[in-house]
């Protein structure tokens, strides 16, 4: 972050350290920070790290959540795969009514699609 600060330039943001870096900008009130690591998220998304994308679009940016939730309604393939995973199963506790809308969500898009 001090790189960041210093040069507003990052070097080494990886999948691992976004969510940290993240949690430090929003501290800070780093915009330019904020959207570097929102930009890297939407970049390297995945069906493995989705729910991960979708819980810090929650927190700090609803952008970034629209983005989660459109993944995982139109690129999951299998809810099952997902709900099998250490992923859902935190979702669910910590933040159920997320994994709520989740459900809604894709309810709403398989009805969408059965009516065409």
Do not use: P
Not at 9 to 26: C, F
Not at 42 to 55: C, E, F, G, Q, R
């Amino acid at each position: 972050m001090l790189i960041y600060i210093y040069t507003g330039n990052i070097d080494d943001l990886t999948t691992s350290n976004t969510e940290n870096l993240l949690y430090a900008a929003d501290k800070y009130q780093l915009m330019g920070l904020k959207k570097v690591c929102f930009q890297h998220l939407k970049s390297t998304v995945s069906d493995k790290n989705v729910l991960n994308v979708l819980v810090l679009g929650d927190i700090y940016d609803h952008d970034l959540k629209d983005f989660a939730m459109n993944y995982i309604c139109n690129k999951v393939t299998k809810f099952s795969l997902m709900e099998n995973t250490e992923e859902w199963k935190r979702l669910l506790i910590d933040k159920s009514e997320l994994a709520i809308e989740v459900l809604i969500s894709l309810v709403k898009v398989r009805e969408i699609v059965g009516f065409r």
